[in-house]
């Protein structure tokens, strides 16, 4: 009986060390994925196809969802890194990329895109966007998508405003004329963005830069706020709300998706807007038959022809455990067939060459406007104190609309900040 | 007497207090002496290689001042209005009046709501198109504007603030004050009764000194508590219009998370630190007395 015991013990001690060595060949490597969008319907449909696909034809790895927030993404991710603990792929947009390089957060990806081809395997991707990655010769991603923004507007408010909804305005001139002509009791002729938000600068940039103003010198050494471009610039969007009053009332309070939601319950008429905007208007309100009333233009511009871009993409951490599993997930993100199912669920134009030019997007009435409004893209000066300034343009243009100061001295004081972040006495 | 104690009849109280302490360590001290390296090492640098330039350049950062008034301005009239709100509902919640504890209940509740949903609860009933303020006023005065603006108005942003911080934090003060009004004794009150003392004269002789050790902790406390707030105000109005409502701790995060220079958000986080300290020396004192 005893003898028949010990076998027992043996026996089960040596399935649970069989079970415990096993163990690890068969644990899966757990990549985190970190997005602000795992919340956002129509992009989480996007997201779970991707990482159910990726996860059954990859066993062995196993991407599971790590969500951040828009307006804290990276905070999330400077407080995850300074513990090294970073989620292994995260989402940006391109303002962060100098500055997490800068501080060694993320990885340099050179040598997997050598592995890949090298300059080959670069060329499928639209390289204005792909500066956007690179700081001081080393590229730490490959954009998924590139957003250039344009004016979207409601041609049923055009018709009943008697505006031909076939010309949409063209000059800041036009906009303003269109938009007052728009504005009737309880509805806005545009809509714009006043708070303390990244999505401000694209909207405030088209009209700034369209004016011919720069934020700093060619050499990005000093400020270049004191032209009558920027004032020019700078009045045109503040005065909108102040003088020409075709904006709602607490702009300051405005952020993107207030917009869409006023654009979406038809308070407002125009706004210049994002790609995506159109699904989201949808999502907001059903019953608004987005296809049909609304229609997108380029952003009317004054001296320049210029659109705001807004550029995403993934960045692998410096702190990954697992950087050839992170690379094979990030690998099968930016891939052509991926990129092209994202921007049919949730409307996304890819920095992919392939998918660009595909006829999904030069077929979609939207898509191609955006599409066309590429080449016209531009973006602020990538530089490390370019937050500082950004903020102090947002309190700029905060201080404009509720009139704590005038334009011109609210311009004059941003151009002060701007030297003063530059280092410049 | 002290002689029959054994060595581990004077130690074992150590090792109780062990894991708080060593807890302490590492949440508190850890962080604060990683915060005040931080503020002496150059931008971007790291070792031991440390400077004073993040404090040459706080004293001369006209933005860091204003916000320092800012704040100072946020604190005092935060304390003022929960100091009268709180003082009047403890009096009122001192009467003994049917449903006393629902009431005492109901004027809780401000202190268990989050502070960053007490700011979008805010910022969504002052909205000027779908708020429920400006509706309800009209209400009352129909001539006033449909879309009027709080938020957004340089001169109203920064009461409206403070407003929604003193619905949300008088519950604090109201609480400490009804606990010192209960432990009053009612004997006071009918002597002071007998000797033909008013409503009033009995309030400023008998209630507020028996008060007075606890309104000086209760705003001593209030004081540090007001000081360090933080999501209300960015989900208010972000420190909008403009600088208008910025305060110390939204600044610091700012300076750290979005401008990524982190040792000078750190000199900012040790200066505010010094005062808030310098501040409280007051009830650290008081409590010290009370020992």
């Known amino acids: 009986?005893?003898?028949?015991?010990?076998?027992?013990?043996?026996?089960?001690?040596?399935?649970?060390?069989?079970?415990?060595?096993?163990?690890?060949?068969?644990?899966?490597?757990?990549?985190?994925?970190?997005?602000?969008?795992?919340?956002?319907?129509?992009?989480?449909?996007?997201?779970?196809e991707f990482m159910n696909e990726f996860n059954k034809n990859n066993p062995g790895i196993e991407v599971v969802r790590d969500d951040s927030r828009y307006n804290d993404k990276e905070t999330v991710y400077i407080a995850q890194s300074q513990a090294k603990a970073a989620a292994d792929i995260a989402h940006f947009q391109h303002r962060a990329i100098p500055l997490f390089a800068e501080r060694g957060y993320i990885m340099d990806l050179t040598p997997f895109i050598e592995r890949e081809g090298g300059q080959k395997f670069l060329a499928q991707w639209d390289q204005h966007a792909l500066e956007t990655c690179k700081y001081k010769g080393k590229i730490y991603c490959l954009n998924d998508y590139v957003n250039p923004l344009a004016l979207l507007y409601n041609t049923q408010h055009f018709k009943e405003a008697g505006l031909d909804p076939n010309k949409p305005p063209t000059t800041p001139a036009e906009l303003v004329d269109a938009a007052k002509k728009l504005t009737r009791a309880g509805r806005y002729g545009m809509g714009l963005i006043g708070s303390r938000q990244e999505g401000l600068f694209m909207r405030f940039n088209p009209f700034f830069w369209g004016a011919g103003a720069e934020y700093l010198t060619p050499d990005n050494k000093r400020s270049a706020l004191d032209t009558p471009e920027a004032l020019e610039g700078f009045?045109?969007?503040?005065?909108?709300?102040?003088?020409?009053?075709?904006?709602?009332?607490g702009?300051?309070?405005?952020?993107?998706?207030?917009?869409?939601?006023?654009?979406?319950?038809?308070?407002?008429?125009?706004?210049?807007?994002?790609?995506?905007?159109?699904?989201?208007?949808?999502?907001?309100?059903?019953?608004?038959?987005?296809?049909?009333?609304?229609?997108?233009?380029?952003i009317p511009s004054g001296k320049k022809r210029v659109s705001s871009v807004e550029y995403g993409m993934r960045v692998i951490s410096a702190f990954t455990k697992h950087p050839e599993e992170a690379w094979k997930v990030y690998k099968a993100w930016v891939s052509k067939d991926v990129q092209l199912r994202n921007f049919k669920i949730y409307g996304v134009m890819s920095a992919r060459l392939d998918v660009k030019s595909s006829p999904e997007i030069a077929n979609n009435k939207f898509a191609k406007i955006f599409a066309a409004q590429a080449p016209y893209g531009k973006i602020e000066p990538l530089i490390p104190e370019w937050p500082k300034i950004g903020d102090a343009t947002i309190t700029a243009v905060q201080e404009g609309f509720s009139g704590v100061k005038t334009p011109e001295q609210a311009l004059k004081d941003l151009h002060i900040a701007t030297n003063r972040a530059l280092g410049v006495q | 007497m002290g002689s029959g104690r054994t060595w581990h009849d004077r130690h074992v109280g150590y090792l109780f207090v062990l894991p708080a302490t060593l807890m302490l360590v590492a949440v508190l001290v850890f962080p604060a002496f990683i915060t005040l390296k931080l503020s002496?090492?150059?931008?971007?640098?790291?070792?031991?290689?440390?400077?004073?330039?993040?404090?040459?350049?706080?004293?001369?950062?006209?933005?860091?001042?204003?916000?320092?008034?800012?704040?100072?301005?946020?604190?005092?009239?935060?304390?003022?209005?929960?100091?009268?709100?709180?003082?009047?509902?403890?009096?009122?919640?001192n009467q003994a009046l049917p449903g006393q504890t629902v009431f005492r209940l109901i004027a809780l509740v401000p202190w268990t709501i989050p502070d960053v949903v007490a700011g979008i609860i805010f910022r969504w009933v002052l909205n000027p198109i779908n708020g429920s303020l400006n509706p309800l006023i009209r209400m009352l005065f129909p001539g006033f504007p449909a879309e009027f603006q709080w938020l957004?108005?340089?001169?109203?942003?920064?009461?409206?603030?403070?407003?929604?911080?003193?619905?949300?934090?008088?519950?604090?003060?109201?609480?400490?004050?009804?606990?010192?009004?209960?432990?009053?004794?009612?004997?006071?009150?009918?002597?002071?009764?007998?000797?033909?003392?008013?409503?009033?004269?009995?309030?400023?002789?008998?209630?507020?000194?028996?008060?007075?050790?606890?309104?000086?902790?209760?705003?001593?406390?209030?004081?540090?508590?007001?000081?360090?707030?933080?999501?209300?105000?960015?989900?208010?109005?972000?420190?909008?219009?403009?600088?208008?409502?910025?305060?110390?701790?939204?600044?610091?995060?700012?300076?750290?998370?979005q401008f990524f220079t982190f040792e000078y958000a750190s000199a900012m986080a040790i200066l505010m630190s010094a005062v808030l300290f310098v501040l409280s020396l007051p009830y650290i004192i008081l409590v010290g007395r009370e020992r």
């Open chain 1, 1 to 48: 009986m005893r003898q028949r015991s010990r076998w027992w013990v043996i026996a089960v001690l040596a399935i649970g060390l069989a079970v415990v060595l096993a163990g690890p060949a068969a644990a899966q490597v757990k990549i985190r994925f970190q997005t602000w969008h795992w919340n956002e319907k129509p992009v989480f449909y996007a997201l779970e």
């Open chain 1, 235 to 249: 009045r045109f969007y503040v005065e909108l709300f102040t003088k020409h009053k075709v904006v709602p009332p």
């Open chain 1, 251 to 298: 702009v300051i309070e405005q952020g993107a998706q207030e917009v869409r939601t006023q654009i979406a319950h038809e308070i407002v008429s125009m706004e210049v807007g994002v790609i995506q905007a159109p699904l989201i208007y949808a999502a907001i309100n059903p019953n608004m038959k987005v296809d049909e009333v609304m229609a997108a233009a380029p």
């Open chain 2, 40 to 93: 002496v090492t150059p931008e971007g640098g790291s070792g031991w290689n440390l400077t004073l330039i993040h404090y040459q350049k706080a004293f001369r950062d006209p933005v860091l001042f204003q916000t320092f008034k800012n704040t100072f301005a946020f604190v005092a009239w935060s304390m003022v209005g929960h100091f009268v709100l709180g003082l009047a509902l403890a009096l009122a919640l």
């Open chain 2, 152 to 257: 957004s108005s340089p001169t109203l942003a920064f009461p409206a603030v403070i407003f929604a911080n003193v619905w949300r934090g008088y519950p604090l003060v109201m609480v400490m004050l009804l606990a010192g009004l209960m432990a009053i004794p009612r004997e006071l009150y009918e002597a002071a009764a007998v000797d033909g003392a008013g409503k009033i004269k009995r309030f400023i002789h008998v209630t507020l000194p028996g008060l007075s050790m606890i309104i000086l902790i209760a705003l001593a406390l209030d004081m540090v508590w007001e000081f360090r707030r933080f999501a209300l105000v960015l989900t208010m109005t972000g420190g909008g219009p403009g600088t208008l409502t910025e305060v110390l701790s939204t600044l610091v995060y700012k300076t750290y998370f």
